[in-house]
């Protein structure tokens, strides 16, 4: 069965600091990865994509940015990280007809 | 432009009744439609879909009703438990995208 495992779970960064946050997917091959973000009291940002190595797609121009070195590998960066970058961050695989699977999130204060 | 909308913030519902949640939409080329679930500090887990084809799609307590020509979706919840309780967020795709739209999701409560 396919499983993600994202981490950290929470993260406490100083303003300034770079970031790095680490997806993985096991039990398929070639999923379109995805990462998105949830601010409080908000609904769900799609921040970047991926349908394959190296092919990122940005949804919204921010502080952020994103590499997929392996297939099932997703990776969110920030070089420096500002007090809005604070959020639950949450990566998600899909195969097929755009059913999402999601990890268990990244919960990020930048102070 | 918020293609997904979840005008209800909150809902809230005695254990054993029905929990009705709305999703509308503008984009008439969204061609499926999803159901997410969420608890604080947890990712969403996709509950139930449905594909334009359709009007009703059921699964256990879990029914999604679609009217298209309302562009509108609704999650039923029969009966409604304590362990419901959670926020709800509606979603879009359209044909050969690979993205969902969201919603901004409902918090339901279900007392018991």
């Known amino acids: 069965s396919q499983t993600i495992h994202q981490w950290p779970a929470t993260l406490v960064q100083p303003v300034g600091s770079p970031l790095s946050l680490e997806c993985t997917v096991e039990g398929t091959s070639n999923p379109n990865l995805y990462w998105y973000r949830q601010a409080a009291g908000r609904g769900l940002q799609l921040l970047f994509y991926s349908v394959g190595i190296g092919q990122i797609s940005s949804e919204v121009p921010q502080n952020l940015s994103a590499s997929r070195p392996q297939d099932r590998q997703f990776i969110l960066s920030s070089k420096k990280l500002l007090l809005s970058d604070s959020g639950f961050y949450l990566c998600a695989w899909s195969t097929s007809r755009n059913i999402q699977y999601f990890g268990a999130g990244t919960r990020l204060s930048v102070l | 432009d918020q293609q997904v909308k979840q005008n209800s913030p909150s809902l809230s519902v005695q254990e054993g009744r029905i929990s009705i949640l709305n999703c509308d939409y503008t984009?008439?080329?969204?061609?499926?439609f999803l159901w997410y679930k969420k608890y604080p500090a947890e990712g969403p887990t996709f509950l139930i879909s449905?594909?334009?084809?359709?009007d009703k799609n059921e699964d256990g307590r879990f029914t999604v009703f679609l009217n298209k020509s309302a562009k509108h979706l609704s999650l039923h919840i029969v009966p409604s438990q304590p362990g419901d309780s959670a926020v709800y967020f509606c979603?879009?795709?359209?044909?050969?995208?690979?993205?969902?739209?969201f919603g901004k999701g409902t918090k339901l409560t279900v007392n018991p």
């Open positions: 979603a879009a795709s359209r044909g050969g995208s690979e993205k969902l739209v």
């Open positions: 449905i594909s334009s084809i359709k």
């Open positions: 984009n008439s080329m969204f061609d499926y």
